[in-house]
């Protein structure tokens, strides 16, 4: 098969160096933040195949019920509430690092997803959510007739 | 009271996020450190560890949280997004000599470690008498 798609990654393009200056200074300005404080609360894993999409999110001392999952489209929004931290007159503190508070964020997914095949799991703090492209919406492979 | 706990690791791998060149091996939980009623509560979230692969150990004063994760990337997918990435974690204390060693409790939920950690009643300034030669 003969390819002679333009790849911009590729090691003769000229600006590969000046991107990857632009992500180093990006990380730079990361640092600057907090641990659990980033811009947008929680970080998300994608992975894609040709008919389904998984995300994962960390999302440690929260249960099922205080995540809820909606999806409208082509996006998934979570949101979740941390339980609250300990708090009293007779507390001494000694670190406080781990999050607090309500969090809210919504993804744009690459593909419109089937509401009803979500599949959403919370093990150990990470939750995974498993979504599929809907039948309608797959690419058709187009049948070529030898006339 | 001053501090009971200090940390001896403070380095934070978990900062290094999205540092291709970088292969950090573990990251530092981060952590709730608080003191009520004569105990010292640590709750370190290391979320994706299995209760299992979850190793607390106490030797010399020395308090040890390392936490085993397995990678999990589905087969047949590849990664689109990463904003975090997935590793172990090691995070150590000293811990003083008032707590009660054989009284620590540990327990493991939704990713979170919880350690109780209560101070001995006799907890005294030991005097130590000098003899006159």
């Known amino acids: 098969m003969l390819q002679t798609t333009f790849s911009p990654m590729s090691y003769a ?3 590969a160096n000046m991107r990857r200056m632009q992500s180093a200074m990006n990380q730079i300005f990361d640092g600057t933040r907090l641990p659990g404080q980033s811009a947008t609360y929680p970080p998300v894993n ?14 440690a001392g929260l249960t099922e ?3 809820e999952l909606t999806v409208k489209e082509k996006v998934l929004t979570i949101r979740g509430t941390f339980p609250e931290t300990q708090s009293g007159d007779d507390i001494v503190w ?15 997914l690459p593909f419109r997803v089937d ?11 990470v939750l995974t959510v498993e979504m599929q492209r809907p039948e309608d919406d797959k690419p058709k492979r187009v049948q070529i007739k030898s006339s | 009271m001053a501090q009971e706990i200090t940390t001896q690791d403070t380095r934070d791998v978990a900062k290094n996020n999205g ?40 030797e010399h004063r020395i308090l040890t949280l390392h936490g085993k994760v397995k990678p999990s990337a589905p087969e047949g997918y590849r990664a689109l997004t990463s904003e975090y990435r997935v590793g172990d974690y090691i995070r150590t204390f000293t811990l003083s000599d008032e707590i009660d ?21 006799e907890a005294k300034p030991k005097k130590i008498s000098v003899k006159a030669e």
């Open chain 2, 101 to 121: 060693q054989d009284k620590i409790n540990a327990k493991f939920k939704n990713g979170v470690l919880r350690l109780e950690l209560p101070r001995l009643p």
């Open chain 1, 46 to 59: 994608l992975w894609v195949a040709e008919d389904g999409i998984v995300m994962t999110t960390e999302l």
């Open chain 2, 19 to 58: 540092d291709a060149n970088r292969r950090a091996m573990a990251f530092t939980p981060i952590v709730d450190i608080y003191e009520r009623d004569g105990t010292t509560v640590i709750m370190a979230d290391m979320p994706g560890v299995s209760p299992e692969d979850l190793d607390v150990t106490l």
């Open chain 1, 65 to 67: 019920q205080d995540i």
């Open chain 1, 115 to 125: 509401p009803d095949l979500i599949n959403a799991r919370f093990e150990n703090g």
């Open chain 1, 13 to 15: 393009d000229p600006f």
């Open chain 1, 94 to 108: 000694h670190r406080h690092e781990r999050v607090n508070g309500a969090f809210l964020r919504s993804i744009e």
